[in-house]
């Protein structure tokens, strides 16, 4: 199981990236997408749409099941990976890479003090 060290994550089984920039970038997990299966569909609100941590910004579609995005903090999405919409596999393919889904400008960093590093989140998947 792929849990890179330099990201944190989310009890959904979401990673966040601190790009340094007052923005992150989110994705699901190696765990998460292996889960769910072949991916067929991702539906992502629009760049704008802002919200409170933990409200649900997306949804991932598998052919077994569909799964809700929980925002990791609260924010505004600034940024989609458009190329999910013609291409959605590259979520199954490289979940931490092309695979991403937004990024969000973050309204309370103190909120990132609250998520996972890769240790916790290899003993919560354990």
Same mark, same amino acid.
């Given at each position: 199981?792929?849990i890179? !060290?330099?990201? =944190? ?12 920039d007052?923005?992150i970038?989110?994705?699901?997990t ?5 889960e769910?299966?072949?991916? /067929? ?5 629009a ?5 409170? =941590? ?20 609260g924010?505004e ?6 190329s999910?919409?013609?291409d ?13 889904? /937004?990024?969000?400008? /973050? !309204?309370?960093p103190?909120?990132?003090n609250s998520?996972l ?8 998947i354990?």
């Open positions: 199981m792929n890179p !060290s330099d990201l =944190k994550y989310t009890q959904e089984h979401e990673w966040v990236k601190d790009n340094g007052g923005t970038t989110v994705g699901i190696d765990f998460a997408q292996g769910l299966g072949d991916i /067929v569909f991702v539906e992502l609100e760049e704008g749409f802002e919200f409170d =941590k933990d409200d649900v910004f997306g949804t991932v579609e598998a052919v077994k099941t569909v799964s809700e995005l929980f925002a990791p903090v924010g999405i600034v940024e989609i990976n458009e999910l919409e013609d959605p596999e590259i979520v199954n393919n490289h979940p931490y890479g092309g695979g991403w889904m /937004v990024k969000i400008k /973050v !309204s309370d103190s909120e990132l998520l590093s890769a240790e916790e989140y290899g003993e919560l354990d």
